[in-house]
């Protein structure tokens, strides 16, 4: 395959916890097997454990491929991997083009040089020539904007502007795979965009970038295709929307056992008009979500909560507190559907179900993200809230001039 | 391996330009300084042998000034012991850029001895001023002998034995931070079983082969021959160093690159 730039071949990397080479008595023999390069065994030892386990895919030129995952997923070593920082235990990676890592914005700035000087030298330690960074640095000073302060040492920077500078230095070269690992936590909002803008320019223009955030918006603007990794581990790779929705899921895993003993919502389902299970809906139709709730306390105390979010952006789309109409003397299990209007554009939506104590806000149910939906909507249009707009003619009478 | 590092030449010039900057920013005499310290070094030595223990008559120092034996000496001494002092905590002192971005890591020890090689020159430029004073000052007279030519193949020895030196201390260091506290004893003895300060030689042959096995004395005694006394260092010790040199740094390279990629999880 002539486009594949990024190919990574059933990687495996192990990591040892805690200090290593304790003593001089384990360091010798260590040093010695290693010299004499015994294979490296599959077998971990009680303080070692896999970062990664059997991770392959591939990467095409101009793709954008987010990763997404919990802490300690693997994410990072992943991409040092890739960027030759570290080396697998097994497996192969094969990279086709320049590659540029950007993990830490301005690693190895020097705080006693100034901007300026520390431009030339984090350009020359990601691999640009002086002749590139004297053809760039107006640019380069300016995207950071930090004109004002470039010949001043960069101790004297705030921690924002150093992070602007160094993003700045890197969006600025030339790579052909671009690998970004959540570089955008630093920046205020507007300077956040100019990050992503640039990455999507970078994306548009037929370069290859592999992007790590916990951002999942920004992933999903960026990257039409996600990749999940949990321990290090590839759970599924896929359109964004659906893996998204499935790393939600893991991260909100509802355990029933768990739910207060009073309380319970169970049997959880979301249908369609017709009152078939159904995760796709077409906007402007009703949705219901039907369950099972079992109630032994007075039910007037409590509301029924029900929220709707958008799920690349966590944009809370609905929120209500329902009261629950049921008489207080009710006991037992009751099996409930409640309606609503799906007046949503296109996207990837969650529901959210919970029971909230009315005075002390105490939610002894809450499942999160419980369900999730697709809304398809054919024409044209963005936004959250599907409004039905309408066109009608009504001819003007034309009525004699003067009048 | 010499490619890779061929391709990142920018990137060791700038590491080693932001060494030699570091060094002086924020200092008022900023790269003086250069030349101030190995010339406040030859004083005290000058002053300690001459003054102080009235050495100068009892050792044979060919016919020269103390002041231009220990100058010769110190210079490419300091350029050896600062270049090493530089690279031994190089890598660590580099953490961030080993653990986060990709580039050679020999680039860090060769920018120390490269920053320490500005420093030399430096330097060099007083040697001049030095030998100079005593040539009119004094009835010592310098001559210019054709043995100067080679003084470069002897700079080149040194560099030579001194990379491979500054990349295996820079690798044990980041292993086992033993070797850093380790070397700054070891320097010291070094300077003194080496013909820095003073010249080393003795009637008993064993004594001399143990003497030269240090493969810094044939290196400053090839400086003084070229220099001073017009000889051609071409005597065994000196082919030995260069031998060995040679090999070092091989060894030291090979051995550095194989562990490279260790460098990152082990620092």
């Not at chain 1, 966590?314 to 507190?321: E, G, K, Q, S």
Request: aromatic share 12%; glycine share 6%; with cysteine.
């Amino acid at each position: 395959m002539s486009d594949c730039v990024v190919q990574c071949h059933q990687v495996w990397k192990k990591f040892t916890r805690g200090e290593r080479n304790d003593s001089l008595r384990d360091a010798i023999p260590d040093l010695i097997r290693w010299l004499a390069r015994r294979p490296v065994s599959d077998e971990l030892t009680k303080r070692q454990f896999w970062a990664l386990r059997d991770v392959s895919f591939q990467l095409q030129r101009g793709e954008a491929l987010g990763v997404i995952g919990p802490n300690g997923a693997g994410k990072s070593t992943l991409l040092k991997l890739l960027s030759r920082i570290l080396v697998p235990n097994k497996g192969s990676i094969a990279v086709n083009g320049r590659l540029t890592a950007l993990i830490e914005v301005g690693a190895g700035f020097h705080q006693d040089l100034t901007g300026r000087e520390n431009v030339y030298l984090n350009g020359a330690i990601l691999g640009m020539t002086r002749k590139e960074i004297n053809r760039r640095i107006g640019e380069i000073v300016e995207f950071a904007g930090v004109e004002e302060f470039i010949d001043t040492p960069v101790k004297r920077y705030s921690s924002g502007m150093q992070a602007r500078l160094g993003f700045s230095v890197a969006a600025h070269m030339d790579p052909e795979i671009l690998l970004v690992d959540e570089v955008l936590a630093v920046g205020d909002a507007q300077f956040q965009q100019k990050c992503l803008d640039r990455m999507r320019f970078f994306a548009n223009s037929g370069r290859s970038i592999i992007f790590i955030s916990h951002n999942l918006q920004a992933v999903s603007e960026l990257c039409p295709e996600t990749m999940l990794l949990k321990n290090g581990q590839c759970l599924m790779r896929g359109s964004t929307p659906e893996t998204i929705k499935h790393y939600l899921s893991l991260v909100h895993e509802h355990d029933e056992s768990s739910q207060s003993g009073t309380i319970q919502i169970r049997r959880v389902r979301l249908l369609d008009e017709r009152g078939c299970e159904c995760s796709r809906f077409a906007a402007g139709t009703r949705a219901k979500l039907a369950f099972d709730l079992q109630i032994d306390e007075t039910p007037s105390r409590y509301f029924l909560g029900f929220a709707l979010k958008r799920i690349t952006d966590d944009l809370l789309v609905a929120d209500y507190n329902l009261d629950l109409p049921l008489d207080d003397s009710w006991q037992g299990p009751i099996s409930m559907e409640l309606d609503f209007d799906v007046n949503l554009l296109t996207g990837a939506y969650g529901v959210t179900l919970f029971v909230e104590h009315k005075a002390t806000y105490h939610k002894p149910v809450y499942l999160d993200l419980i369900k999730f939906f697709d809304v398809a909507e054919r024409s044209a249009c963005a936004g959250v809230v599907h409004v039905s707009p309408q066109i009608t003619l009504k001819p003007q009478l034309i009525t004699a001039a003067g009048s | 391996m010499f490619r890779e590092l061929y391709e990142y030449r920018e990137l060791l010039y700038s590491l080693t330009l932001r060494e030699i900057r570091v060094r002086y920013k924020q200092s008022l005499l900023g790269v003086l300084w250069a030349v101030f310290v190995p010339l406040a070094m030859m004083l005290i030595f000058t002053f300690v042998f001459t003054r102080a223990l009235k050495i100068e008559g009892r050792i044979d120092l060919g016919g020269m000034p103390y002041a231009v034996f220990v100058y010769i000496g110190l210079l490419p001494w300091t350029f050896f012991a600062s270049s090493l002092t530089g690279s031994v905590s190089s890598l660590v002192a580099n953490t961030s850029l080993v653990t986060k971005t990709y580039c050679p890591r020999e680039a860090f020890p060769l920018s120390c001895v490269a920053s320490s090689a500005f420093d030399f020159g430096i330097a060099s430029v007083l040697l001049v001023g030095v030998i100079g004073y005593f040539h009119f000052t004094t009835d010592w007279s310098f001559q210019f002998h054709a043995t100067l030519v080679f003084l470069p193949v002897v700079l080149m020895v040194q560099i030579v034995f001194t990379v491979g030196m500054a990349f295996l201390l820079a690798m044990g260091n980041l292993f086992y931070r033993d070797v850093r506290y380790l070397f700054s004893v070891l320097i010291n003895l070094w300077m003194f079983v080496t013909a820095v300060v003073y010249p080393l030689e003795s009637w008993r042959p064993f004594c001399n082969f143990l003497i030269n096995l240090n493969p810094m004395t044939p290196i400053i005694n090839a400086y003084r021959q070229c220099l001073i006394y017009g000889e051609w260092p071409l005597s065994l010790p000196f082919a030995y160093v260069a031998v060995l040199s040679v090999a070092l740094l091989m060894g030291a390279w090979v051995l550095f690159h194989r562990l490279e990629p260790k460098f990152a999880e082990y620092i």
